[in-house]
């Protein structure tokens, strides 16, 4: 088994990846993502399972005949920008090995097998994550998604129509969705929970409620050297104000909130801006602390902007409620993974996955595997590949006991 995963390893570690700093770069629809896509089919395909894309642009493998019932595992290949190699990825080649496990030990699914790879997964290329799998699902509209754009203007619509997709067939697929019995996606974990426990895979039983907002502020455009302070509405300032709200808001609610991304115009040393547009990222256990953050930094942004003269707008961009996987799912999983008296720990997390999105509509719930540092969405992202391997074993279990798989 260790053997089939690290091949697909090998095969897939070259995709994407920046030979300087070591991180991927895989944004959907791009060549690379196209790539990605075709090592998935070909994968797949040698396997003898049936490759489909549906109406969203997300891949499906099946083993055997499409549902229904099916057992679906699988995760994302997109990165964020300069991102680690595990994000997505792991749950992937881990799925393709846990099929090829289950042949080495002659265990033939009695229920439909299915392994999937979402789309946009992290959003970082059109700004709004989860995207394939909140389209499956109907939680975003295709009139929406179809006008969300890229940094340099494309349309998801243009960038899917290049791809070789129809974005007007684009929308919820109650028929693919029916056919799914049961999701569990695994994940590498993206803390340090299991390092603690040392275990090397655990069960998600709960998903933090999350989103983004996106922050303009607006003054207007001067030259640095000859406008006087008093003349100036320079939207540089409220926006370090709200970066140092942004943490105390965090801190007093138990939650952590970041901006990790800015935008400002016109973006040169001698002149004052005239717009900083910030993107905040806000998570929280809870929900009302989630939005207690979010109103904290909206209150102080706007008394920072009123004071320097600039105005504000705030946009949630997209919104997650708090998810708690089944409970009945979760144990089953932990016992399966660990045994009865050791089960696997039951951890929750404040990443966002398409398994929280697909939870809305399907039993589903995910396995961690350890990340000793809990760094990610960096290049030292990193599992060792014995945990790797445990991974793949204990999705082998998960699929068989699903599945039904008999010798
Ligand atoms: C995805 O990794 C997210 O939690 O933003
Ligand atoms: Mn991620
Ligand atoms: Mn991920």
Same mark, same amino acid.
């Given at each position: 088994m260790s053997d089939t995963f690290d091949r697909l390893w090998a095969g897939l570690a070259p995709l994407g990846r920046d030979r300087t700093t070591g991180g991927y770069r895989r944004l959907s629809w791009t060549p690379v993502d196209a790539e990605l896509r075709a090592w998935f089919a070909g994968e797949a395909d040698a396997r003898g399972m049936t490759v489909e894309t549906d109406r969203n642009g997300n891949l499906w493998a099946w083993l055997g005949e499409p549902g229904p019932d099916a057992v679906v595992t699988g995760s994302h290949l997109d990165s964020v920008p300069n991102g680690g190699g595990f994000d997505g990825p792991l749950g992937v080649v881990s799925a393709l090995a846990a099929v090829d496990e289950l042949n080495r030990r002659g265990l033939r699914p009695r229920r439909p097998l299915a392994i999937v790879v979402f789309v946009e997964e992290e959003g970082a290329r059109f700004g709004v994550p989860r995207l394939g799998s909140r389209l499956l699902t109907g939680a975003i509209t295709a009139d929406r998604a179809r006008g969300l754009t890229d940094s340099d203007g494309v349309t998801w619509a243009r960038a899917m129509a290049d791809a070789g997709l129809d974005p007007d067939r684009m929308g919820a697929d109650p028929d693919r969705l029916s056919r799914i019995g049961v999701f569990v996606e695994l994940h590498i974990e993206q803390g340090r929970s299991l390092a603690r426990h040392g275990a090397p895979v655990g069960v998600a039983a709960t998903v933090w409620p999350h989103g983004r907002w996106r922050l303009d502020f607006s003054g207007q455009a001067d030259h640095a050297g000859t406008t006087r302070i008093a003349d100036r509405n320079d939207p540089m300032l409220p926006f370090a104000e709200t970066v140092a709200a942004v943490r105390r808001a965090a801190v007093e609610h138990d939650a952590v909130a970041t901006i990790g991304r800015v935008w400002l115009s016109p973006n040169t040393s001698n002149s004052i801006p005239s717009r900083v547009r910030a993107w905040l990222d806000a998570r929280a256990p809870q929900e009302a602390a989630l939005r207690a953050v979010v109103a904290g930094v909206d209150t102080a942004a706007r008394l920072a902007a009123a004071q320097h003269g600039v105005s504000l707008s705030n946009f949630q961009e997209s919104f997650f409620p708090r998810v708690d996987f089944p409970r009945d799912?979760?144990?089953?999983?932990?016992?399966?993974?660990?045994? +009865?008296?050791?089960?696997?720990?039951?951890?929750?997390? @404040?990443?966002?996955?398409?398994?929280?999105? $697909? =939870?809305?509509?399907?039993?589903?719930?995910?396995?961690?595997?350890?990340?000793?540092?809990?760094?990610?969405?960096?290049?030292? +992202?990193?599992?060792?590949?014995?945990?790797?391997?445990? @991974?793949?074993?204990?999705?082998?279990?998960? $699929? =068989?006991?699903?599945?039904?798989?008999?010798?």
């Open positions: 799912l979760c144990h089953r999983l932990a016992a399966l993974v660990g045994g +009865e008296d050791t089960p696997a720990p039951l951890l929750s997390t @404040g990443a966002g996955h398409d398994a929280a999105i $697909l =939870a809305s509509a399907v039993p589903a719930t995910m396995l961690f595997v350890r990340n000793p540092t809990g760094i990610s969405h960096a290049p030292e +992202e990193r599992a060792d590949p014995a945990d790797c391997h445990a @991974g793949v074993t204990a999705l082998t279990e998960v $699929l =068989a006991d699903l599945t039904d798989a008999k010798s």
